[in-house]
Each structure stands twice: as C-alpha cells, then as structure tokens.
C-alpha cells in the first residue's frame, strides 16, 4: 500500500521557482507534523521544512526566505514552494512525517529536483 507519492521535480536553472506536492495516505497524514526531506548525491538526508498539524511552518537555515511549506488537510496534501533555487539545492525529494515529533513512515519514491548553474 502506498502512502506517501511525491511529485512536481524537475530541471530548473539558478533563480528558478518548482512547487512539489506530496499525497499522503489519511493514517501518516491525520494529525501529524509532515516534512519535506531531501537527499543529495552522496550526503545524509535532510530535514528542510516541516509543518504542524495546524498549519505552523518551520524551515532549515539553507532554505529560509526562500521555501514555503504548506498542507491542505482536507486533500491530505503537503506542498513545497522552491524560489531562487541554487545549484545546492539539487537532490531528491522527500515527503514524511516530521521525525522530530512522531515515528516516520515507510518512504515514497522521491522527486528530483536539479537546478543548473
């Protein structure tokens, strides 16, 4: 059973803007802070936003003033806002439970994002 897709990836040059979606099964999504994670090439998967139930966002000092988190409850959807995206910011994304509150769930496939210089 699949409970967590990611989508909305892609290339992007430097300066940039994608907006990633996250569907997430009712059991991780209900009453649960969710995150946005990511993976580069190489390196330990990071936390780079977080939200709470209810709606209180929290970011990564990399991506503050650059990212939006936002969910929609009632589609059980997390969303990423990526604006002047830099070259560093190239990995795979990941949607999950924020870990520093509840137990993750089993991980979904990821989405790519890639920004060029």
């Known amino acids: 059973q699949v409970q967590l897709v990611e989508s909305g990836g892609g290339l992007v040059q430097a300066g940039g803007s994608l907006r990633l979606s996250c569907a997430a099964s009712r059991s991780i999504f209900d009453f649960n802070a969710m995150a946005w994670y990511r993976q580069a090439p190489g390196k330990p998967r990071e936390l780079v936003a977080g939200?709470?139930?209810?709606?209180?966002?929290n970011y990564a000092d990399s991506v503050k003033g650059r990212f939006t988190i936002s969910r929609d409850n009632a589609k059980n959807t997390v969303y990423l806002q990526m604006k002047s995206l830099k070259p560093e910011d190239t990995a795979v994304y990941y949607c999950?439970?924020?870990?520093?509150?509840?137990?993750?769930?089993?991980w979904g496939q990821g989405t790519q994002v890639t920004v060029s210089s």
């Open positions: 939200v709470s139930h209810t709606g209180n966002p």
């Open positions: 999950n439970t924020d870990q520093r509150r509840t137990s993750l769930g089993d």
